[in-house]
């Protein structure tokens, strides 16, 4: 049976009245590579954000090798690492600072840092960028450098928010090689990406997102013989096209912008004419939240 790494337990995440997860449980076991799947705004990147404590749950608990992630949050800094679609190195360093500068954030020594550094450089192949500033570099080696940057401190669980992002066909193949290549020497990987046959390609899991649940996990292959189809692709266009999806978003704004225009009809002529008047007034009146939560509200 796979060794439990993170687990979800009956984990809700709200963003003011909007509910964008509500009790799921899932399950990433060690060793493994995990992709979340769901259409756009289903919440997939914010169980990534969760996971790495970027967001805190609404409700329930998410835990690490057991341990309560929220009680334990140097595990975070220690054991996981994080790349994201728009990358968190620095232009003005080159590959070999960056690598540099972040394994002494995460405090690793320095002889172990040199050697880890050389590593990794090879691993993603920069060798002929080390000392290229990382503003220089075309976007598939920023996202390798990228990558680099998160493994430096030979995380257990290596996080990806769309790591094939605006890359051409043989970038996305050279990503799609360096991630299993990552995973080969132990790493456990939980990504996301709107494409699915990446996900058939990598993962060993996967969980597909719906209407804020998770209705589907495990193996790909046992879930697509679950509903006759070929591929992911396939699987995908069966479960969003027989079922009504929830348009909250949407119909939360509709509602709230009418309510806006009755209470205040004196302001009719400013909302119409002055979006951002009228956004900022939106936001405070309908989606406010308590300081804690107003600094974690982002698109998903």
């Given at each position: 049976m796979d060794n439990e790494l993170i687990q979800f337990k009956e984990v809700t995440k709200k963003f003011g009245k909007n509910v964008v997860l509500d009790s799921i449980n899932l399950t990433i076991p060690e060793g493994k590579i995990i992709g979340i799947?769901?259409?756009s705004g289903e919440g997939k990147s914010t169980i990534l954000k969760m996971i790495a404590s970027f967001y805190t749950p609404t409700k329930g608990e998410i835990y690490y090798k057991k341990k309560n992630l929220l009680k334990s949050r140097?595990?975070?800094c220690k054991f996981f690492g994080l790349s994201?679609?728009?990358?968190s190195f620095?232009?003005?360093l080159t590959v070999k600072e960056n690598l540099f500068h972040f394994g002494r954030l995460y405090n690793v020594k320095e002889d172990i840092l040199k050697k880890r550094s050389e590593e990794l450089i090879s691993l993603v192949g920069l060798e002929n960028a080390v000392n290229t500033l990382a503003k220089d570099l075309s976007l598939g080696m920023k996202k390798r450098l990228d990558i680099a940057c998160s493994l430096i401190h030979n995380p257990t669980l290596l996080i990806l928010d769309e790591p094939t992002s605006d890359l051409d066909i043989l970038l996305r193949n050279q990503m799609i090689h360096l991630i299993k290549k990552i995973n080969s020497h132990g790493t456990t990987i939980v990504l996301t990406t709107p494409n699915l046959s990446e996900i058939?390609?990598?993962c060993d899991r996967i969980a597909i997102l719906f209407n804020e649940k998770i209705i589907e996990e495990g193996e790909p292959s046992r879930i697509k013989s679950k509903y006759h189809a070929k591929n992911l692709n396939e699987l995908f266009n069966k479960i969003?096209?027989?079922r009504e999806r929830k348009t909250y978003q949407e119909s939360t704004i509709k509602k709230s912008r009418l309510k806006l225009?009755?209470?205040e009809e004196s302001l009719k002529k400013s909302l119409i004419s002055d979006k951002e008047k009228f956004y900022s007034l939106f936001e405070k009146k309908?989606?406010?939240e308590d300081k804690k939560n107003k600094k974690e509200v982002k698109n998903d």
């Amino acid at each position: 049976m796979d060794n439990e790494l993170i687990q979800f337990k009956e984990v809700t995440k709200k963003f003011g009245k909007n509910v964008v997860l509500d009790s799921i449980n899932l399950t990433i076991p060690e060793g493994k590579i995990i992709g979340i799947i769901g259409a756009s705004g289903e919440g997939k990147s914010t169980i990534l954000k969760m996971i790495a404590s970027f967001y805190t749950p609404t409700k329930g608990e998410i835990y690490y090798k057991k341990k309560n992630l929220l009680k334990s949050r140097k595990l975070i800094c220690k054991f996981f690492g994080l790349s994201i679609e728009d990358g968190s190195f620095y232009e003005k360093l080159t590959v070999k600072e960056n690598l540099f500068h972040f394994g002494r954030l995460y405090n690793v020594k320095e002889d172990i840092l040199k050697k880890r550094s050389e590593e990794l450089i090879s691993l993603v192949g920069l060798e002929n960028a080390v000392n290229t500033l990382a503003k220089d570099l075309s976007l598939g080696m920023k996202k390798r450098l990228d990558i680099a940057c998160s493994l430096i401190h030979n995380p257990t669980l290596l996080i990806l928010d769309e790591p094939t992002s605006d890359l051409d066909i043989l970038l996305r193949n050279q990503m799609i090689h360096l991630i299993k290549k990552i995973n080969s020497h132990g790493t456990t990987i939980v990504l996301t990406t709107p494409n699915l046959s990446e996900i058939e390609e990598l993962c060993d899991r996967i969980a597909i997102l719906f209407n804020e649940k998770i209705i589907e996990e495990g193996e790909p292959s046992r879930i697509k013989s679950k509903y006759h189809a070929k591929n992911l692709n396939e699987l995908f266009n069966k479960i969003f096209s027989k079922r009504e999806r929830k348009t909250y978003q949407e119909s939360t704004i509709k509602k709230s912008r009418l309510k806006l225009l009755n209470k205040e009809e004196s302001l009719k002529k400013s909302l119409i004419s002055d979006k951002e008047k009228f956004y900022s007034l939106f936001e405070k009146k309908d989606f406010g939240e308590d300081k804690k939560n107003k600094k974690e509200v982002k698109n998903d």
